[in-house]
Antibody
Framework: EVQVVESGGGLVQPGGSLRLSCVVS????????MDWFRQAPGKGLEWVGR??????????EYAASVKGRFTISRDDSKNSLYLQMNSLKTEDTAVYYC??????????????WGQGALVTVSS | IQLTQSPSSLSASVGDRVTITCRAS??????LAWYQQKPGKVPKLLIY???TLQSGVPSRFSGSGSGTDFTLTISSLQAEDFATYYC?????????FGGGTKVEIK
């Protein structure tokens, strides 16, 4: 069974940093793309960024709203994906989700998602 | 690429046929997914490739379209289908979602 579990959420002041972790099991981590998404309170879904698989040297893509502030990385030995968030703003307050992505016809679709980690940026 | 969903909300009864549309600001071939999110729950993939049902998803759900215009149809709405539905494109970066369609009980 595929499992995706995020951790590391919490309260942080504006301008601060936080690192989210996502531990996975039930599939070969290095073969899959992985995504981060977020959802601000009462709002819709937003894609945050993506880590490609080993075949693409784990290269990354980011949404414009987080580029230059957030960094996605992996540790295959720990089956773990990370989201390092720096220079946090109040508008980064959201539930952050990690998801496994699976390839279909050259596109990578995110499923399943983890249960989410709440990040609150406030003074 | 912007995705525009309509309607933003709808009220329907159990047994109704429900159709949600998603329009892309430029052609995205069939690189479209539909997600269902129930209150307080994690989004769940329903359809990928615009029309392929994810394993385990009931057959009353169907997707169609290509290019810029897509639809999600629920052929006979069930009580457990009351939720918010999102489309997402996967035709290049950044990936984006539609604004969502909230399906409520009439």
């Amino acid at each position: 069974e595929v499992q995706v579990v995020e951790s590391g959420g919490g309260l942080v002041q504006p301008g601060g940093s936080l690192r989210l972790s996502c531990v996975v099991s039930g599939f070969t981590f290095s073969d899959h793309y992985m995504d981060w998404f977020r959802q601000a309170p009462g709002k819709g879904l937003e894609w945050v960024g993506r880590s490609r698989n080993k075949a693409y040297t784990f290269s990354t893509e980011y949404a414009a709203s987080v580029k230059g502030r957030f960094t996605i990385s992996r540790d295959d030995s720990k089956n773990s994906l990370y989201l390092q968030m720096n220079s946090l703003k109040t508008e980064d307050t959201a539930v952050y989700y990690c998801a496994k992505a699976t390839n279909y016809n050259t596109a990578w679709y995110a499923d399943p998602w983890g249960q989410g980690a709440l990040v609150t940026v406030s003074s | 690429i912007q995705l525009t969903q309509s309607p933003s909300s709808l009220s329907a009864s159990v047994g109704d046929r429900v159709t949600i549309t998603c329009r892309a600001s430029q052609g995205i071939s069939s690189y479209l997914a539909w997600y269902q999110q129930k209150p307080g729950k994690v989004p769940k993939l329903l359809i990928y490739g615009a029309s392929t049902l994810q394993s385990g998803v009931p057959s009353r759900f169907s997707g169609s379209g290509s290019g810029t215009d897509f639809t999600l149809t629920i052929s006979s709405l069930q009580a457990e289908d009351f939720a918010t539905y999102y489309c997402q494109h996967l035709s290049g970066y950044p990936l984006t979602f539609g604004g969502g369609t909230k399906v409520e009980i009439k």
